[in-house]
């Protein structure tokens, strides 16, 4: 069946760092990509998507490229902010979920 | 247009009670999708309904566990007899359609306690 691998975290970092938050899938076919964000105590939110292979999403800085060859769709932005403290979710169709990363930014 | 809206935002309930738990869906959108979030396990997917029809329900426990989505009003996860194990936070989320390249709406999310 459809699955989504997170890397472990939580991730802690001082603001202005690079970020890359990986993801992989195993899916039939070629599904839609998403990552999600989580802020404390509110629902999940769309952060970006992205539906064909070699597809790049994009959104508040961030970004994901849809890699057929590698199954990936990893998340990066190139310096975060402590506003950006929150839970990711990287997500396929049906809403298959990861587990969830926690990111915590330092000021 | 008003998001996917979840009620209550918050419920406790002593072991043995029922809990109810309502969607209402984004004007438009006849798929509903529900989660739970534990600490420290993500979300996880319990089911996916249409009006008056359950798609998938692989994620449900097989008992205490019911959910339903009816021609008119808001779905409904009913969760009976509840134990301490079901404290979590439950999400829904609607689409207008079923395909891979629609995204899901989500609620705030209820806030289920056990005592």
């Known amino acids: 069946g459809d699955s989504v691998t997170q890397m472990e975290g939580p991730v802690t970092l001082s603001e202005e760092a690079f970020l890359t938050i990986n993801c992989t899938y195993t899916a039939t076919g070629y599904p839609s990509l998403f990552w999600y964000v989580q802020y404390p105590g509110e629902g999940l939110q769309l952060l970006l998507k992205a539906t064909k292979a070699d597809d790049k999403g994009s959104n508040k800085g961030f970004e994901a490229t849809y890699r057929k060859e590698t199954t990936s769709f990893h998340l990066e932005k190139g310096s975060v902010q402590v506003s950006d403290s929150a839970v990711y979710f990287c997500?396929?169709?049906?809403?298959?979920f990861g587990k969830g990363i926690t990111l915590s930014v330092r000021p | 247009n008003a998001g996917v809206m979840q009620n209550p935002r918050h419920l406790v309930r002593r072991r043995g009670q029922e809990a109810r738990l309502r969607c209402s869906p984004m004007?438009?959108?006849?798929?509903v999708y529900w989660y739970r979030q534990l600490p420290e396990e993500g979300l996880k997917f319990m089911v996916y309904l249409q009006k008056e029809n359950i798609i998938d329900e692989s994620g449900m426990p097989k008992e205490r566990f019911s959910a339903e989505f009816p021609k008119e009003g808001p779905s409904i996860l009913r969760i009976q007899q509840v134990v301490r194990g079901d404290s979590a936070a439950y999400f829904c989320?609607?689409?207008?359609?079923?395909?891979?390249?629609?995204?899901?709406?989500f609620g705030q999310g209820t806030r289920l306690t056990v005592v």
């Open positions: 997500a396929l169709i049906k809403l298959t």
């Open positions: 989320a609607s689409s207008p359609q079923s395909s891979r390249n629609t995204e899901a709406f």
């Open positions: 004007k438009g959108h006849s798929h």
